[in-house]
Nanobody, 122 residues
């Protein structure tokens, strides 16, 4: 059974940084894409960043471009989301997901983690 486990969420002040991690039980990740999504209370789940596992290329939502950076550690089967210059509007539960193509919609991903809370205070 595929498992994705996020960690790293916390309470941080505006302007601060956090790094989220997503450990996966998928052993042959070469054909997968790891996505990061977030869901603020009362809102729909929205795309944040994607990491193409085979070559490490990344793509982002406009709202986080230049502030967030996705990466992966192929030896540890772990994806990361480095978040800098955090804003109160970044407050949400952050999820990692695994899918077969570089999509931006939740339905394009097959497996999901349980989420980790990020709260940015003003």
């Amino acid at each position: 059974q595929v498992q994705l486990v996020e960690s790293g969420g916390a309470l941080v002040q505006a302007g601060g940084s956090l790094r989220l991690s997503c450990a996966t039980s998928i052993r042959t990740l070469g054909s997968w894409v790891m996505g990061w999504f977030r869901q603020a209370q009362g809102n729909e789940r929205q795309f944040v960043a994607g990491i193409v596992w085979s070559d490490g290329s990344t793509y982002y939502a406009d709202s986080v471009q230049g502030r967030f950076t996705g990466s992966r550690d192929t030896a540890e089967n772990t994806a990361y989301l480095q978040m800098n210059s955090l804003k109160p509007e970044d407050t949400a539960v952050y999820y990692c997901a695994a899918g077969r193509r570089a999509g931006k919609w939740p339905h394009e991903y097959d497996y999901w983690g349980q989420g980790t809370q990020v709260t940015v205070s003003s």
